[in-house]
């Protein structure tokens, strides 16, 4: 069992920076494929970022160049560090853990891009 916990998120103006942090607990966390995942209001969720327990990443074509995933396996977290923000990046920011059949979620995070 894997439990997810998303911090970072909050109200910024377009253009700033954010960085989200997702901790998990339990075992085996660097044997997770990690994502970062969106959903706005009226829209499905869409996979923002992904990175492999090897270090591969990658990214929804929108977001390539201003945003970067990460992890940090020593202390079972993944970050994504959110670059140029735009009002279009408004949506709350999943964490998942995946591995075989298994699949974690967070409970989300706001990130509200607005002048």
């Known amino acids: 069992q894997v439990q997810l916990v998303e911090s970072g998120g909050g109200l910024v103006q377009p253009g700033r920076s954010l960085r989200l942090s997702c901790a998990a607990s339990?075992?085996?966390?660097?044997?997770?494929?990690m994502g970062w995942y969106r959903q706005a209001p009226g829209k499905q969720r869409e996979l923002v970022a992904v990175i492999t327990s090897g270090g591969h990443t990658d990214y929804l074509d929108s977001v390539k160049g201003r945003f970067t995933i990460s992890r940090e396996n020593a202390k079972n977290t993944v970050y994504l560090q959110m670059n140029s923000l735009r009002p279009e990046d408004t949506a709350v920011y999943y964490c998942n853990a995946y591995r075989a059949t298994m699949n974690y979620w967070g409970q989300g995070t706001q990130v509200t891009v607005s002048s």
């Open positions: 339990g075992s085996a966390f660097s044997g997770y494929v």
